[in-house]
Structures are given as C-alpha cells and as structure tokens.
C-alpha cells in the first residue's frame, strides 16, 4: 500500500509569517498533489506535480508556492501566510493507470491554523 | 447529491439500515471513484467505477455510473457503526487532475 506522510501534522502560524508543508512518498509515483479541505467542506486542488523540478497549477493556486525537489518530496508554501488560508492540508500521490485507474494515496493531512 | 464547493451533506440513520448517496459530475470522466474519509485521517479510495460498467459491488458497497446523465451513486447494505465517515466521489477533470464533489457526511447510529 502506498505510503505518504506529512509534516508537520499540525501547525500554527502567524499572519503575514511564512509556512511550509512538506510530503513524503515511498512509492516510486509520479504524480503528487496538495489538496485544501475547509470544515465543512470537499477538498480543492491546489497545485500538482508530475515530474521533479516542475509544477503545476491547481483550481485554487493564489497565495500558494509548491516546490518538487525529487520524486519523493512535495512541498506546499505559503508565504505571506493568510487567516483565510486556516484550513487541513492533504498531499496525495497517484498510481498511474492499470488497474488502479489514477488512484489517490492521501497523506494524514496537516490542520494549519493561522492567528 | 455533491458537487464542488458546496457545504458538506450530512445523513443520519440507524444500524442495519441501507442508504444510498448520489453524485453528479460536470465533465466527462472514464471512472468515478469513490473515496472515504474517516475523522482526522486523509480520504482513502473504496470502490472506482470505470465508464463502460453501469454497476459495481464490492462487499456491502455497490456503485452505479450513468453515464447520459452524468450521475453515480454509492449504496451501502446493512450499514453499521464503522460506515461512519464522510463519503466523495471523484471524477477526472483532465489527464492529470482528479476533482472532488463536496461529500456527504454518513452517521450510523445503534
């Protein structure tokens, strides 16, 4: 099964400060995601990555950053971080095709609260 | 039925009871997966449905895919306590991009 991990799992983070996330993943996918999901709410896509050293931008990509420095590592950055922007984070991988058919393999997410 | 942005649908019923969640997508898709969240971990998928099935069952879920109308549905059989969980499905906007609708929030009570 597909491993993805998150870090932190949780963060606090002042107005205006800058934050970043940071995912892992162990099994050799291609494709790796940053998703935002609000209480209450489905989870939007905010930039995506098919290939080390690019990527892509999302629905909602303002006030975000992402940086994919190897196959395994996908990094989500706020820089001037935003109250509005208080919300869980989730980073997911995709298995391309097959059977599979573009399954996601989510991470824990990262519950970002910024004051 | 979920889609996009709007807030989370919540359902509420008892143990041994069957319920059925409906989806509708805007664009065209190859599949329709559906995903499940529990509280406070990230969604993991549960059954996907491919364009050319119109029914998919797998232990006491059963999808469904319309393709002319652009719908699916999930149903669970005799649910219980551990079906609790927040419910999505999924389409593929594009090549690269997998969008959710807004999920329906499932509680089995006793």
Not at chain 1, 13 to 19: C, D, E, N, P, S
Not at chain 1, 28 to 36: L, T, V
Not at chain 2, 65 to 89: G, H, K, M, P, R
Request: glycine share 8%.
């Amino acid at each position: 099964e597909a491993a993805v991990t998150q870090s932190p799992r949780s963060k606090v983070a002042v107005t205006g400060g800058k934050v970043t996330l940071s995912c892992h993943q162990t099994n050799n996918h291609d494709y790796m995601y940053w998703y935002r999901q609000d209480t209450g709410h489905g989870l939007r896509l905010i930039h995506y990555s098919y290939v080390a050293d690019s990527t892509e931008k999302g629905d909602i990509p303002d006030g975000y950053k992402a940086s994919r420095p190897s196959q395994e590592n996908f990094s989500l950055i706020l820089e001037l971080a935003s109250l509005s922007q208080t919300a869980v984070y989730f980073c997911a991988s995709r298995d391309w095709g097959g059977e599979s058919q573009n399954t996601l393999y989510f991470g824990a997410g990262t519950r970002l609260s910024v004051l | 039925s979920q889609w996009g942005e709007e807030n989370l649908q919540a359902l509420s019923i008892q143990e041994g009871e069957d319920v059925t969640m409906n989806c509708s997508y805007k664009t065209y898709t190859t599949v329709v997966h559906w995903y499940r969240q529990d509280s406070g971990r990230g969604p993991a998928l549960i059954i996907l449905i491919r364009s050319n099935e119109r029914e998919k069952r797998s232990g006491r879920l059963r999808a469904t895919l319309d393709t002319s109308s652009q719908s699916s549905s999930l149903s669970i059989t005799a649910a219980q306590c551990e079906d609790t969980a927040v419910y999505f499905c999924a389409t593929s906007s594009s090549f690269s991009k997998l969008v959710f609708g807004q999920g329906t929030s499932l509680s089995v009570v006793p």
